[in-house]
């Protein structure tokens, strides 16, 4: 079971260019959520997903950014035209349709740099 | 705005000593509670508290929730180095519409135990 996969782990952009973050959840789990954490802040809610459906995008800023989960392949966070300010640690959590007590699996995350 | 306030934000404490960090949250539709402790990698899931005043165990650690103070405190016994770590607390709401809920995260506190 190789839980929650994230790549690039680590991604230069210079302003201006595109990022495209990628998240492929643990085996079973159809629920994927993405997180960003800022520098001296705790992380932040940015979008919940199901396969080929945006459940909730109330934490992701209205321009540049879009998520999606298709039906196959991994779950892409992609920012436009990035700018200085979205750098930052980008973290992927998955979970199953019905949740025990287990939580929330995240994964290693994608450190965006913007130069 | 909801939020999750963690306490302290830093702790310096010595091998063999006993460690309680604080939760508090002002989280509307609370679900629960959950703690995890963050090294270089992916956040690894502790705990998750539902009911307040049952305590849950996990070897040196444990946890306990109080919904009538909106808090939760975090305890470690017999702290080793390897237990030096960021410690995040993470609250779930319901997200509406869906039997899965969003994360609110406090800062974290950073513990370093010294041999």
């Known amino acids: 079971n190789a839980g929650v996969m994230q790549n690039p782990r680590h991604l230069v952009r210079r302003r201006g260019q595109e990022a495209r973050l990628r998240c492929s959840p643990m085996k079973g789990h159809s629920h994927v959520y993405w997180y960003r954490q800022l520098p001296e802040e705790g992380l932040k809610f940015m979008v919940y997903l199901q396969k080929e459906n945006i459940i909730d995008e109330s934490g992701m800023p209205k321009e540049r950014f879009s998520a999606e989960f298709p039906k196959e392949g991994p779950s892409i966070l992609r920012i436009q035209q990035v700018v200085r300010g979205d750098s930052a640690a980008y973290f992927c959590?998955?979970?199953?349709?019905?949740?025990?007590?287990?939580?929330?699996?995240f994964g290693s995350g994608t450190r965006l740099t913007v130069v | 705005e909801d939020k999750v306030v963690q306490s302290p934000l830093s702790l310096v404490v010595h091998e063999g000593d006993t460690v309680t960090l604080n939760c508090s949250y002002e989280v509307t539709n609370f679900r629960s509670l959950l703690w995890y402790k963050q090294e270089k990698k992916a956040p690894t899931f502790l705990f998750m508290l539902t009911s307040s005043g049952i305590e849950k165990k996990s070897g040196r650690l444990s946890s306990i929730l109080d919904k009538k103070e909106l808090s939760s405190i975090l305890n470690i016994t017999a702290t080793q180095t390897g237990d030096s770590a960021i410690y995040l607390c993470?609250?779930?709401?319901?997200?509406?519409?869906?039997?899965?809920?969003?994360?609110?995260f406090g800062r974290g506190t950073q513990l370093t135990v010294w041999p």
């Open positions: 993470a609250v779930e709401a319901e997200d509406r519409g869906s039997t899965l809920g969003r994360l609110y």
């Open positions: 959590a998955s979970s199953p349709r019905r949740r025990g007590t287990e939580g929330y699996t």
